[in-house]
């Protein structure tokens, strides 16, 4: 379990010298859920200090990636990634709010993906409303990664927002998935810079796709606004959740993570207006893209792991 995760009895700190000695009487929703279908909690992993790209806090310091120990994990879910690449934990939970999931999944070689909000019910913590931070799972492969994802899924009162389903549904898909009919390549969406050697694997791996018969093509939709509408989202999403610690201890808390709080609080009606059109738009786009494809691939990181000293890229392709 992640150290943002909520365990009866077990210290939690969120990477917080705040929580260093916190300890939750009971566990919460995402961890119940996999408790009620017969998980069992071996260990709890390192995490950045409440949310961040990397996996460094003051409670347990840095992760290490197990590929190479010079090197960063990223994060947030750097810990559960770590643990699964170094053969301690068959399974693992993480988070996603930008990317935590996902890169952490690919600077460790193993399997992340952010769910649909709220598959995996969440805890009291959060913002009940909220669409941006999902709970998910990890895995060395798929199969692995399907079964947990089914044992995570269902609803929690603690989580107005979940919903029952098949708890077999994504290991059952599994068997029965035909070959995608026409799927589509991005090297950047149209939005990030990239390294140009990252671009190349990608887009040399995407030739595996000619021995299924699949159509490869270059359309995608058009996400302009994307990282602006996020970094709104991201920054009134924080501000609502950290408000109440801010203003009684924002000297114990990362500078990282005061600068998304305040820009939270000087966010205008307008602001929010607009990133919730953005929102809006990309998901229409999306829905009429899935009308013509199965899949919209793309790199999951810009860069190859970095070293642990530095905590986030300042440069990509100069």
């Known amino acids: 379990m992640g150290d943002y995760n909520e365990v009866r009895g077990t210290p939690t700190t969120y990477g917080s010298p705040i929580f260093r000695n916190h300890v939750p009487e009971t566990s919460d929703a995402t961890v119940q859920t996999l408790l009620n279908n017969g998980a069992i909690v071996r260990a709890k992993s390192n995490v950045p ?11 347990y310091g840095a992760t290490r990636n197990p590929w190479n120990l010079n090197m960063s994990v990223v994060g947030s879910s750097g810990g559960s990634s770590a643990a699964l690449a170094s053969g301690q934990v068959w399974l693992a939970t993480g988070n996603n709010l930008g990317g935590s999931l996902r890169t952490p999944a690919s600077f460790n070689g193993i399997v992340g993906l952010r769910p649909t909000p709220p598959l995996v019910p969440r805890g009291k ?14 895995g060395r492969c798929v199969e692995d990664f399907a079964l947990m994802l089914s044992a995570g899924a269902g609803h929690i009162h603690d989580d107005p927002l979940s919903y029952e389903g098949d708890v077999t549904a994504f ?25 140009p050697k990252i671009a190349h694997i990608c887009e040399s791996s995407m030739q595996k796709f000619s021995g299924l018969r699949t159509e490869i093509t270059n359309d995608i939709s058009d996400f302009s606004g994307v990282m602006e509408g996020f970094q709104t989202l991201r920054a009134l999403l924080l501000a609502v959740m950290m408000q109440p610690i801010w203003e009684q201890l924002r000297d114990q808390i990362s500078p990282d993570i005061i600068s998304n709080i305040e820009r939270g609080f000087n966010l205008s009606v307008q602001d929010v207006i607009k990133a919730e059109q953005i929102r809006a738009g990309i998901y229409n786009a999306m829905m009429t893209f899935f009308e013509t494809h199965n899949f919209l691939i793309c790199p999951t990181a810009s860069v190859a792991p970095f070293p642990i000293e530095k905590r986030f890229i300042g440069e990509i392709n100069e």
């Open 49 to 59: 200090e409440w949310a961040g790209g990397n996996t460094v806090n003051p409670v």
């Open 125 to 138: 913590r959060l913002h009940t409303a909220d669409l941006l931070w999902v709970e998910g799972p990890l």
């Open 171 to 195: 290991t059952k898909v599994l068997l029965r998935q035909p070959s995608p009919r026409r799927i589509a390549f991005s090297r950047d969406l149209g939005q990030v810079a990239m390294e």
